[in-house]
């Protein structure tokens, strides 16, 4: 099993940063990629982004651009950079891991408010 923990969430202006980070621990040599994704209030969860185990990565179109997903394998920690931020990015983002088989991990997910 493979156990994720987010943290990084928070209230930021518009045009702001923030940097979302999900530790990973367990068995991570299951994991075949990792991602984030978002749920506003009132809205259906969205991919925000995701990269492989081969390093691919891909992204929703109303982020490119503005987020970067990366991992620090040494530390066995996904993060989200999010740049220039805007109201619309308002959600609570969660950070999942796909193994090769079977169903995704879930973190509890992080509020992100983006708000003057």
């Known amino acids: 099993q493979v156990q994720l923990v987010e943290s990084g969430g928070g209230l930021v202006q518009p045009g702001g940063s923030l940097r979302l980070s999900c530790g990973v621990s367990?068995?991570?040599?299951?994991?075949?990629?990792m991602g984030w994704h978002r749920q506003a209030p009132g809205k259906q969860r969205e991919l925000v982004a995701q990269i492989t185990i081969g390093g691919s990565t891909n992204y929703a179109d109303s982020v490119k651009g503005r987020f970067t997903i990366s991992r620090d394998n040494a530390n066995s920690t996904l993060y989200l950079q999010m740049n220039s931020l805007k109201p619309e990015d308002t959600a609570d983002y969660y950070c999942y891991a796909a193994p090769y088989r079977g169903l995704n991990t879930w973190g509890q997910g992080t509020l992100v408010t983006v708000s003057s």
């Open positions: 367990g068995s991570i040599f299951s994991i075949y990629a």
